[in-house]
Each structure stands twice: as structure tokens, then as C-alpha cells.
Nanobody, 126 residues
Framework: QVQLVESGGGSVQAGGSLRLSCAVF????????MGWFRQAPGKEREGVSA????????YYADSVKGRFTISQDNTKNTLYLQMNSLKPEDTAMYYC???????????????????WGQGTQVTVSS
């Protein structure tokens, strides 16, 4: 069973930076699409970024392109999301998710990902 544990959330002012981490335990397959999602109060969960562990291909939502960077450290079984130039609208609970597949889907839908972490809160004040 794959287990995902996020960390690194917190409160920052607009323009600040945070780095989220997602530790992965119990890999059952050799390749995955690893994604970051977020959910603000009263809103649907949305895909933010994804990376395929085999190819290294990445995906970013338009709202975070140029500001967020996804990466992986395979030696540590850890996924990262570097978030720069944060805006108040980035405030949300951020979740790490995984699906064993040979590529990441072109559109990140939560229903496509069977494995989830517990989430880490990011709050950006203006």
C-alpha cells in the first residue's frame, strides 16, 4: 500500500516562498504519476502540478506556471513543490497524490488518483 506524507506548509506573506515535501512509502509499482492538488474552502479540489517518475515529464496548471516548480528525489522517495511569488489566491490545503501509470494524464482529475496524503495547509496573506 502506497502511503504519502506531506509537510512544509505554513503561513507566508504575498510574494513569499514555501517548499512542500511529500514522502512516499510502500512503492508497489515502478513508475507513477505524482501530483500536487489543492483545495480552498468552498471550492473543488484542483490539480496544480504533476511529474512522471519514469520520464520526468511535468505538468503545471496555468495559474502556477512560472511560479511553482515540481521535482523529485528518487534517492529519498520524496516529491517536492517549490512555490515562489505566492499570492493570496494560492491559499488552500495542498495534497500529494499518486497513480501507477505509464504517463500523467493530460488533465489532472482527483478521481484519477487512488493514493492521497493527508494534506498540508498553505496560507498566503496580503
Amino acid at each position: 500500500q502506497v502511503q504519502l506524507v506531506e509537510s512544509g506548509g505554513g503561513s507566508v506573506q504575498a510574494g513569499g516562498s514555501l517548499r512542500l515535501s511529500c514522502a512516499v512509502f510502500g512503492y508497489a509499482y515502478s513508475i507513477y504519476c505524482m501530483g500536487w492538488f489543492r483545495q480552498a474552502p468552498g471550492k473543488e479540489r484542483e490539480g496544480v502540478s504533476a511529474i512522471h517518475t519514469g520520464s520526468g515529464s511535468t505538468y503545471y496548471a496555468d495559474s502556477v506556471k512560472g511560479r511553482f516548480t515540481i521535482s523529485q528525489d528518487n534517492t529519498k522517495n520524496t516529491l517536492y513543490l517549490q512555490m515562489n511569488s505566492l499570492k493570496p489566491e494560492d491559499t488552500a490545503m495542498y495534497y500529494c497524490a499518486a497513480v501507477p501509470f505509464d504517463h500523467c494524464p493530460p488533465v489532472l482529475r482527483p478521481t484519477n488518483f487512488p493514493y492521497w496524503g493527508q494534506g498540508t495547509q498553505v496560507t498566503v496573506s496580503s
